[in-house]
């Protein structure tokens, strides 16, 4: 079992950043990929940016985040990051960490966190 915890969403205006933290717990060992997923009121959950380990911390990025957000890893922590820049009011959603095994951007036998809440006004 891996727990994860997710901090740092919050409320920002149009332009802003904010940095999630994602702490990780229990078997990490077992999971090769960790990443970052969201979901916006009345959509699907959408793959926001993946980084992968054992390809040297390989990183996939949604086309929509691609330039504005990065994703990064701490192994000696067991933390992941994703650092967003020049949010836009579309980013607004609810940010999940996940860790499990990735192809690209899509998850498989993934563990989730709660979730952290993300604000961008206008």
């Known amino acids: 079992q891996v727990q994860l915890v997710e901090s740092g969403g919050g409320s920002v205006q149009a332009g802003g950043s904010l940095r999630l933290s994602c702490s990780a717990s229990?078997?990490?060992?077992?999971?090769?990929?960790m990443g970052w997923f969201r979901r916006a009121p009345g959509k699907e959950r959408e793959a926001v940016a993946t980084?992968?380990?054992?390809?040297?911390?390989?990183?996939y990025y949604a086309d929509s985040v691609k330039g504005r957000f990065t994703i990064s890893q701490d192994n000696a922590k067991n933390t992941a990051y994703l650092q967003m820049n020049n949010l836009k009011p579309e980013d607004s959603a609810m940010y999940y960490c996940?860790?499990?095994?990735?192809?690209?951007?899509?998850?498989?036998?993934?563990?989730w966190g709660q979730g952290t809440q993300v604000t961008v006004s206008s």
């Open positions: 996940a860790a499990g095994d990735c192809a690209s951007l899509t998850l498989y036998n993934g563990y």
């Open positions: 229990g078997s990490v060992v077992s999971t090769s990929c």
């Open positions: 980084i992968y380990t054992p390809a040297g911390l390989q990183t």
